[in-house]
């Protein structure tokens, strides 16, 4: 049955001229067939330079919605158009004015997890692999990090000369990741070492030995001689991971570390989404041009 899907989707593909990206959380199934898997940057960043005038999208839908203003002239489909993130919903418009008023010489650092009227409101774009080089960069003293809290605070003490103000965003998943359960698979695995994803809390990241998005936590893993490792993140990055180094040993720490929106990607919904072009993601002109210079302040920032 699986490999009448996976023959009906690439046949689709090449019929619709199109491109499956995906990204590190959905189902091993779904990137095992994808065209291209990585990392929140990696997948915006591909949007703008793939040749397929369709990309079927396997992540959530402000990844969606960053590919389509960042390549309006392609059609940008979801794989489930309901996989949400919630954190992406977690400041308001109207906070973001408040703070710009009270400091006139801010920045608005918006993560890539925010739904792009927020986006449209904020100064530049950060995904986890490049918020510190790209807020380093910026002239700007006072920086209001959104929507999460952990990433921007874990940048901020990075970054001591600058004055943050964060906003009380958060991955529920990564948020469910505790350093109990952390010091606990320590415990029974003293030699591990702990890679964490900087949308953890304060108190994991302490404990890691090295925190990074999760294109770096599996590169990290990849080049170290180290054998056993604990990953304080989403379980999706397993499978490359094992991809990898199938003859190192990975460890969760907990058993919350699913997004359940990530996991509504199945390789049903690629064919459905090929086969289907409602999942169109649309975007009103005049929000995407006031979307689209965060993201590409990015994309330059970020080299
Ligand atoms: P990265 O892809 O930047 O590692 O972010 C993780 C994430 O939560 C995406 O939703
Ligand atoms: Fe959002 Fe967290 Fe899921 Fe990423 S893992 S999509 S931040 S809920």
């Not at 991809?243 to 990975?250: A, D, H, L, M, S």
Request: glycine share 4%.
């Amino acid at each position: 049955m699986d490999q009448e899907i996976k023959q009906r989707i690439e046949t689709l593909k090449k019929e619709k001229d199109a491109v499956i990206l995906a990204h590190y959380y959905v189902d091993g199934e779904v990137q095992e067939i994808a065209d291209y898997v990585g990392d929140s940057y990696y997948l915006a960043e591909l949007a703008t330079t793939v040749p397929q005038k369709t990309i079927i999208f396997c992540g959530v839908s402000f990844m969606g919605e960053s590919a389509k203003i960042l390549s309006p002239e392609k059609t940008v489909i979801m794989a489930d158009r309901s996989a949400d993130c919630p954190m992406a919903h977690m400041v308001e418009v109207e906070k973001i004015r408040e703070v710009r008023k009270e400091y006139p010489e801010v920045a608005v650092v918006c993560y890539v997890n925010s739904m792009a009227e927020i986006k449209a409101e904020s100064d530049v774009c950060v995904t986890s692999s490049n918020a510190l080089k790209i807020v380093k960069k910026l002239p700007n003293k006072d920086i209001f990090f959104i929507p999460d809290e952990n990433l921007g605070r874990f940048i901020a003490k990075k970054v001591p000369e600058k004055h943050f103000i964060f906003n009380d965003g958060f991955c529920h998943v990564h948020k469910s990741i505790h350093a109990e359960d952390v010091k606990k698979a320590k415990e029974l695995h003293p030699e591990a070492v702990v890679l964490a994803h900087p949308e953890c809390t304060g108190d994991v990241l302490e404990l890691a030995d090295f925190v990074g998005s999760t294109s770096q936590i599996i590169d990290y893993a990849t080049n170290s001689d180290e054998k056993v490792f604990l990953i304080c993140t989403e379980m999706g990055v397993f499978y490359e991971l094992l991809q990898k180094n199938p003859e190192k040993k990975f460890f969760s720490v907990g058993h919350r570390q699913f997004c359940p929106n990530m996991k509504k990607i199945h390789l049903d919904s690629v064919l459905r989404a090929l086969e289907n072009p409602e999942e169109e993601v649309e975007m009103d002109e005049a929000m995407r041009q006031r979307a689209v210079g965060p993201l590409a302040r990015m994309l330059e920032l970020a080299k």
